[in-house]
């Protein structure tokens, strides 16, 4: 089946460590976007990138990192800058198609703890 | 980028009719209005999208007038399970990449 994966479902981290959260996606999308949602309010988009080997910053990317060096992945690293990373992290992607617009895929999240 | 603009928080009660509206004054002439709905501790997932006039699916409807600067989320009959927060997006035309999501409407449906 077609769709965006992410993982781990869970994770934990200690303060003061990096860690990655994995996205996939078998769509054959040229776009993908990471948002962060803490309790109770909207997505806020982290980094976005529409082709391989290019990403932009999106509008919290401060104490986060990506990378995008094959199409099908967009892994995101929260970083020890980032101060309070406690939140629900969302994968997506979409097609890129001039000026029509497209239906965007979400992962299922990664919830993660700082402990 | 066209900014959105829609109630924070609505409440009904099952079976009846639910209308969310979003304003987007600064709308652009090839924009799209697209909108999702989000589960709790689940990703937003696509409900319906349109250009002008109206468009029904087995979901919803969307209703957008001529002057485009507002839309219309219509969910008939709405059930237990229809409670949910409603994104109201428009997507750049300028395809600049960014794909960005307000705070949304939180639907309280209630039995």
């Known amino acids: 089946d077609g769709g965006i994966t992410q993982s781990p479902k869970y994770l934990f981290r200690k303060e003061g460590q990096n860690v990655t959260l994995s996205c996939e996606q078998n769509l054959n999308h040229d776009a993908m976007y990471w948002y962060r949602q803490d309790p109770g309010q909207g997505l806020r988009l982290i980094y976005y990138?529409?082709?391989?080997?290019?990403?932009q910053k999106g509008d919290i990317a401060e104490g986060y990192s990506v990378s995008r060096e094959k199409k099908e992945s967009f892994p995101l690293t929260v970083t020890s800058a980032q101060k309070n990373p406690t939140a629900f992290y969302l994968c997506a992607s979409s097609a890129v198609a001039g000026n029509q617009n497209t239906e965007a895929f979400f992962g299922q999240g990664t919830r993660l703890t700082v402990v | 980028l066209a900014k959105t603009t829609q109630p924070i928080s609505m409440d009904s009660y099952e079976g009846q009719e639910v209308n969310i509206t979003c304003s987007h004054n600064n709308i652009a002439t090839n924009d799209y209005i697209t909108w999702y709905q989000q589960f709790p501790s689940q990703g937003p997932r696509f409900i319906i999208q349109g250009y002008k006039t109206k468009v029904t699916n087995e979901v919803a409807s969307l209703f957008i007038p001529a002057d485009r600067k507002s839309s219309t989320l219509s969910l008939p009959r709405v059930s237990l399970s229809d409670t949910a927060v409603y994104y109201c997006l428009v997507y750049p035309s300028s395809n600049t990449g960014k794909l960005i999501f307000g705070q949304g409407t939180t639907l309280q449906v209630k039995p």
């Open positions: 990138s529409q082709i391989v080997n290019d990403f």
